[in-house]
């Protein structure tokens, strides 16, 4: 072993980058996180695997395209709570733009 070794060109990190995937720190609620675990171990599998696979099912799911269906029962549903709102703010009814 030499007595002097020169790290000024090293790099600080994981010493085999894994391609595809990244490290990060997130906050999990104990609740949701002691389900994944439970489930995992169950399953034979690892939990943040389990969480991986969570997530990219939901980002598929609600990546659908807005259809002229779903938006008007979105918005029989979300117009009369707006309405309710603009009511109750104004004292009255709303006016019709101009």
Do not use: C, W
Request: glycine content about 10%.
């Amino acid at each position: 072993m030499r007595t002097g070794y020169d790290f000024s060109k090293g790099k600080r990190g994981a010493a085999i980058p894994l391609r595809g995937k990244t490290r990060i720190s997130i906050f999990i609620d104990d609740a949701v996180l002691e389900e994944f675990r439970a489930r995992a171990e169950k399953a034979g599998t690892g939990y943040q695997t389990m969480m991986n696979d969570a997530l990219r099912t939901h980002l598929a799911e609600t990546d659908r395209v807005v259809t002229e269906k779903a938006l008007r029962q979105i918005l029989r549903q979300e117009m009369p709570e707006y309405l309710k709102g603009l009511k109750g703010r104004s004292g009255g009814r709303a006016k019709p733009r101009r």
